[in-house]
């Protein structure tokens, strides 16, 4: 994790035919804690993916992450697990408010995203929701207050933002926005910089797409800070 995490800023490759600039191969190589390698031992993940390989060491290092990995390489644990050791180091608890925020550009993969969440994170102190529409805002709204992680689709999180008395994102430690690039296709735009600007701007933000594209590079220069920037262009 060492020379990864000491590689140069700037755009950094995993090609995954035998070359790799990190050495990590397993997630139990890397600085996380126990609760974290029990659950994913338990969910049988043990060696990572390309975009896990190159991505973790940054982003368990506090550092912002800009990663761009196909369909199916694995971006979910790339943030999930960062997310839950950076809270799990804070001493998070269910008494510290909302830490961390993901941002999924469809109710599917927000329950993909939130499913995947509570198996890695089973073995955590911390408390979970889904925002996704569907539901009346009024029942959202009963619950939402208390949660320390939340999984929101665009609107919805901002409908929260602006409608729901309490709603606190003062605290936020971590930002993750998801499928980025199917965020601005589905117009988001707008609705996610009106939400990143409802945030503190001492947090860590990962931001994930499935392709590079100019509106992702826009997005990640008005929600990132001296992000490392990582892409895997072949099968993990
Ligand atoms: P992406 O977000 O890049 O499309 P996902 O995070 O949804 O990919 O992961 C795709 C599949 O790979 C999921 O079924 C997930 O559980 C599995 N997966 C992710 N990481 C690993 C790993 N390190 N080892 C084995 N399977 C993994
Ligand atoms: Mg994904």
Redesign the pocket.
Known sequence: AGRAAGAAAGATEAHANGVSYADTRR?DELPVSRYTLDALREA??????A??RAALPHALAGRDVLGA?????????AFLVPLLEKLFRLRWGRYDGLGALVISPTRELAV?IFN?LRRVGARHDLSAGLLIGGKGVREEQERVNALNILVCTPGRLLQHMDETPGFEAGGLQVLVL?EADRILDMGFAATVNAIVENLPRARQTLL?S?TQTRSVADLARLSLRAPEFIAVHAEA
Do not use: M, P
Not at 69 to 77: E, I, N, R
């Open positions: 997630f049988k993940f043990v060696a990572l993916t975009i896990q990995a196909k369909t199916g390489s694995g971006k979910t644990l993909q995947e998801d994930f499935a």
